[in-house]
């Protein structure tokens, strides 16, 4: 059988599965991996407490990227891409950005650049800590504004490289076969409303796979994820200056906040309508909070923290829809998850609080006691177990603490629930599949050690030690795969996980 037809026969024989299967639902598209700033991988098939309990779990590999650091601002955690298809094969692919402006993309399997590219020059000077300039915002993926779905997980945590989709004779597809032998059981939920859940679509579908970046200038820019090549000019998105964070593509509208008031730039949300070219903005009475920016509900509709209020604003536009005022100052970004069919809002207040809000009409729902541990900071993160208990996790000051959400006569609550062992320096944690990774950031003085801790127990299944040279400051945590990936300052991004032969 000529070449041609035999490539067309494979396309043709994995169609199927196109329509069955959902494109990333295992993929980390954005800061917090969805629009929602879950940070939550549920799909992952490796990693989960059943799997922590056997050996190997470790460092898998480490690079050191291109590009300087700028005051705290470092490497950023990278948008994943675990099932790309090319002239090559099939591909993971991770992309990392730097304060410098380097982009650059990592083959996760075999830790091997694939592609750099710088998207100009930085100004001149160090910086302070609060502006640090450069490149300071996340890359992205076009991803979609619905809880993402629960099925069947592309991140298995392979223990062999990517390969060839030809199998042996009379076998059919490596890919069809393996897809055959995979088990995995989604949490139970309840039946969703049409466009709550983000719609399946097809990794084989013939569509360009693009990586989204705020270059230094402010310009946004849409990469080729095979190659770094533009196939367009970069588009105006952000004054120069500004100190972006938490972008995201969704719709085709890309959204980014800007914070600090750097180079004159207002505090505020914006919004580029990619096809129109069109910018969009809104100012921040009192700045922006937290780490992730802001968090979107499946309608689109983007939830912002600034000062003592909590802001809900009309996909696109950015026109206010309503308010809520918490009587203290927030501490972190927000974050949304569902509730019995409700949005709810939830973020950190400086008391020590933890309120939840109806996203709906932005009333409040419930609240935490005060933690004794101090306010939480930078952003939460959610996640809900398979018996249906939801979750939230709080970086405080020198741990993380795990909180249940509750109903109480028809009424939410939020309880105490476990605490992470001591840390110097908390950051956001991530959780796959049951198990939280919390990290200790750590300082000058104390390098960033990573925690795999139970996320129902709270115990502590593995720890890196001294795997992670240096601190982590605004690299974070971003995982997919059967991996955990940690940017330490030092612009080296490790990964975590399962060996996997070569």
Avoid at 57 to 66: D, M, N, P, R, S
Avoid at 87 to 93: A, E, N, S
Avoid at 313 to 338: M, R
Avoid at 383 to 405: D, H, I, N, T, Y
Wanted: hydrophobic fraction near 40%; proline fraction near 7%; include cysteine.
């Amino acid at each position: 059988m000529p070449h041609m037809f035999r490539a067309a026969a494979f396309v043709c024989a994995l169609t199927p599965l196109s329509a069955q299967f959902g494109p990333a639902i295992g993929d980390w598209m954005t800061i917090g991996h969805d629009a929602q700033r879950s940070h939550w991988a549920r799909n992952d098939g490796k990693i989960s407490p059943e799997e922590m309990k056997k050996p190997g779990f470790g460092l898998v590999w480490k690079v050191k990227l291109k590009g300087e650091a700028r005051q705290t601002s470092s490497v950023t955690p990278p948008a994943l891409l675990d099932f790309y298809i090319g002239y090559r094969g099939f591909r993971t692919l991770g992309f990392s950005g730097s304060a410098s402006g380097n982009i650059t993309a990592i083959d996760t399997d075999l830790s091997r650049v694939e592609w750099e590219k710088n998207l100009g020059p930085v100004a001149a000077g160090a910086g302070t800590a609060a502006c640090p300039g450069g490149m300071t915002a996340n890359l992205a993926r076009h991803t979609a504004s619905g809880y993402p779905a629960a099925g069947i997980p592309r991140g298995q945590g392979r223990r062999t490289p990517a390969q060839s989709g030809v199998g042996q004779p009379n076998q059919g597809a490596v890919t069809l076969q393996q897809q055959q032998q995979r088990q995995f059981t989604p949490p139970p939920v309840a039946a969703a409303k049409p466009g709550r859940t983000a719609p399946p679509g097809s990794p084989f579908a013939r569509l360009p796979q693009y990586v989204h970046a705020i270059g230094p200038d402010g310009k946004f820019h849409s990469l080729y994820a095979s190659n770094g090549d533009e196939p367009n000019e970069a588009v105006d998105f952000l004054p120069a200056g500004a100190h972006a964070r938490g972008l995201i593509v969704f719709g085709n509208v890309a959204y980014a906040a800007t914070v600090n008031g750097c180079g004159g730039v207002p505090d505020g949300i914006w919004s580029l309508d990619i096809r129109e070219k069109k910018v969009t903005s809104w100012k921040a009475p009192a700045g922006i909070t937290g780490t992730a920016g802001f968090a979107a509900a499946p309608d689109g509709t983007l939830y912002v923290s600034s000062g003592s209020e909590l802001f809900a604003l009309e996909a696109g536009t950015l026109k206010q829809k309503s308010s809520y005022s918490a009587g203290a100052k927030f501490t972190t970004s927000p974050l949304v998850f569902e509730f019995k069919g409700k949005d709810v809002v939830a973020a950190g207040l400086e008391d020590g609080t933890v309120h939840l809000v109806d996203g709906a009409g932005l009333n409040l729902l419930g609240k935490s006691a005060a933690s004794a541990s101090g306010p939480a900071s930078g952003a939460l993160a959610s996640w809900q177990e398979a018996g249906g208990q939801r979750w939230l996790l709080a970086p405080l000051k020198s741990e993380v603490a795990a909180m249940k959400v509750v109903e109480r006569d028809g009424a939410l609550a939020v309880e105490a629930g476990w605490s992470s062992p001591k840390m110097v320096s908390p950051r956001t944690p991530m959780v796959f599949h049951g198990v939280v990774f919390a990290l200790d950031g750590g300082d000058g003085r104390n390098r960033a050690v990573l925690h795999a801790v139970d996320g129902a127990s709270g115990k502590t299944m593995w720890m890196s030690k001294d795997a992670i040279a240096g601190q982590v400051t605004t690299g974070g945590l971003a995982g997919g795969g059967g991996r955990v990936y940690v940017g330490a300052h030092d612009g080296t991004q490790y990964a975590f996980g399962f060996p996997m032969e070569h």
